[in-house]
């Protein structure tokens, strides 16, 4: 066998070793705590919650007012949210806050384009 031969059974040989070993560590992974069961809570859950003690009720409607409130321009507070900034994908800006904002007032990430958004 060539030089060349050798070189291309080498190189085999090093990734075949290397998929060997993430093949084990996945293994490892996925005997050690099945998906969907750590102990991390569901990202929806602490947005999204009633209060405690609330009828149902005053807890759809305290729901209302929090969606209400979360449309409004995070910008000027006056108007209604309309705009989606990329690539953040955020919808928190009104149409007259859009032209004088660089940045996302909500996490701060630079604007690269925007959306606006028809909501009915």
């Known amino acids: 066998m060539g030089a060349e031969g050798q070189a291309y059974m080498g190189v085999a040989k090093s990734h075949e070793a290397v998929a ?3 093949r084990a560590t996945l293994d490892q992974l996925l005997l050690r705590s099945p998906c969907g069961e750590g ?3 569901d990202a929806r859950s602490c947005c ?3 209060p405690a003690g609330d009828a149902f ?9 929090a969606a209400a409130a979360s449309r ?6 006056g108007g209604e949210a309309r705009v989606l900034l990329l690539p953040c994908r955020h919808l928190c800006l009104c149409r007259a ?3 004088a904002v660089d940045t996302c007032p909500v996490c701060a990430a630079a604007k690269n ?3 606006h958004v028809l909501l009915s």
């Open 48 to 50: 999204f919650e009633a």
């Open 72 to 77: 409004s321009c995070k910008a000027c507070g």
């Open 97 to 99: 806050c859009e032209a």
């Open 20 to 22: 060997a070993g993430l």
């Open 39 to 41: 102990e991390a809570e």
């Open 57 to 65: 009720v005053d807890g759809a409607a305290s729901v209302f007012r």
């Open 113 to 115: 384009g925007s959306l």
